[in-house]
């Protein structure tokens, strides 16, 4: 008979609340205890029952900082397990104005936790490839020579990228636009770059990414595509 963990690591992830906590975490930083209750809609003495069952089952992990605990996702590779079911799950239903609009800003830009999601996601790694910078390789994206250029001229250091314990240029399904986007090291890199020029800005509590004027400018000067607020359109 074969015996299986995967069970026991899908009961977990599997449980509403636990669900609703590590797709708050999915924004890639971390959260104190409070924060992810009031994000996820629970009480913070359930959340911090479900971030100790998810700790010790190696999903998240702690980090202290003075009399405050933060919790995180682990690693990249619990993120892609989360996509992947977000992929599979039904739309989650709206009910009210307030939960439409996060809804679209979501889809439109959002971090995939570490790296950009959404139709900017993927409308920017298709410039990638269109430009002939990026290599569809199935599994994976390959950097073209031309790539190599292009990367160290936006500010981005492929060596050092390259050096990260973690795949490269990976392919990440986005469960949105279901199509995939430039996930692993070089899609972070990316994304980090997009905020160091003003192009792009994190929104608190929240998986969204707001795509600034500048950016604006930025991506149709540099990648040729119209990233404007369609959200809003």
């Not at 924004?27 to 911090?48: C, V």
């Amino acid at each position: 008979m074969v015996k299986s963990n995967v069970a026991e690591i899908a009961s977990i992830i599997s449980e509403s609340s636990r669900a609703a906590i590590l797709t708050v975490l999915m924004d890639g930083r971390f959260h104190t205890a409070s924060e992810l209750a009031s994000m996820a809609g629970i009480k913070p003495q359930t959340a911090s029952f479900h971030l100790s069952k998810m700790q010790e089952a190696g999903i998240i992990a702690q980090q202290k900082q003075g009399r405050h605990r933060y919790y995180g996702i682990v690693n990249n590779e619990v993120a892609n397990v989360m996509e992947s079911l977000l992929f599979l799950a039904p739309p989650v239903k709206i009910s009210s104005l307030k939960q439409s609009t996060q809804d679209k800003a979501i889809r439109y830009a959002r971090t995939c936790y570490d790296h950009l999601a959404g139709k900017a996601g993927v409308t920017v790694t298709d410039a990638l490839l269109k430009a002939g910078y990026l290599k569809d390789e199935q599994e994976t994206f390959l950097v073209t020579e031309r790539g190599i250029s292009f990367f160290n001229e936006l500010g981005i250091d492929l060596e050092k990228t390259g050096k990260k314990r973690r795949s490269f240029s990976m392919r990440c399904l986005d469960w949105s636009e279901r199509r995939h986007h430039l996930a692993g090291s070089l899609g972070n890199a990316l994304l980090e770059r997009f905020i160091e020029l003003g192009w792009m800005l994190r929104v608190p509590q929240n998986r969204a990414v707001k795509i600034t004027e500048e950016g604006i400018t930025g991506f149709m000067r540099t990648f040729g595509i119209d990233l404007s607020l369609e959200e809003e359109r």
